[in-house]
């Protein structure tokens, strides 16, 4: 998948990336949030998120990335955006549950959600993090 950008209303300073291997999981959050009027990049592959987030850093303010997926796993992902970007508010997402993961303390994850989560939910969540400027 292609990386896609939406922003509405808000004017806000900084990007969100999801990174989820199912589509419609993408989907359906990117819809929402860019309906709150975030600006959002969606993808399904880690690696091209990577690579994105390696040549855009400075755009972002959250990632939302799934722990599960092939490839490279959520907290692989996390690990090489923490290196790229010591700042980045990094929230991780599992149908899974959260206590069985080992998340090592210096990746910083800011939040943990457990899917299946509430559109409304998601938002109280990204909007603590985000800055409006």
Same mark, same amino acid.
């Given at each position: 998948?292609?990386?896609?950008?939406?922003?509405?209303?808000?004017?806000? %300073?900084? %990007?969100?990336l !999801?990174?989820?291997?199912? &589509?419609? /999981? $993408?989907?359906?959050?990117?819809?929402?949030?860019?309906?709150?009027?975030?600006?959002?990049?969606?993808?399904t592959?880690?690696?091209?998120?990577?690579?994105?987030?390696?040549?855009? %850093?400075?755009? &972002?303010?959250?990632?939302?990335?799934? $722990? +599960?997926?092939?490839?490279? #796993?959520g907290i692989?992902?996390?690990?090489?955006? +923490? +290196?790229i970007?010591?700042i980045?508010? @990094? *929230?991780m997402m599992?149908?899974?549950d959260?206590?069985?993961? #080992? !998340?090592?303390?210096? *990746?910083? /994850?800011?939040?943990?959600?457990?899917? *299946?989560? %509430?559109? @409304?939910?998601?938002?109280? @969540?990204?909007?603590? &993090?985000?800055?409006?400027?």
């Open positions: 998948m292609t990386a896609t950008t939406t922003s509405n209303a808000k004017t806000l %300073s900084k %990007s969100i !999801i990174l989820d291997d199912e &589509y419609d /999981i $993408v989907t359906i959050l990117k819809k929402s949030l860019s309906i709150a009027g975030f600006s959002v990049f969606g993808f592959d880690p690696v091209l998120a990577l690579e994105h987030f390696k040549s855009n %850093s400075d755009m &972002y303010e959250i990632v939302l990335t799934d $722990v +599960r997926m092939p490839q490279m #796993n692989e992902f996390a690990t090489h955006i +923490r +290196r970007s010591p980045v508010k @990094i *929230l599992s149908a899974f959260m206590d069985d993961l #080992n !998340i090592q303390s210096s *990746l910083q /994850i800011a939040e943990f959600l457990q899917k *299946l989560f %509430s559109p @409304i939910a998601l938002l109280k @969540i990204i909007s603590k &993090y985000m800055a409006i400027a």
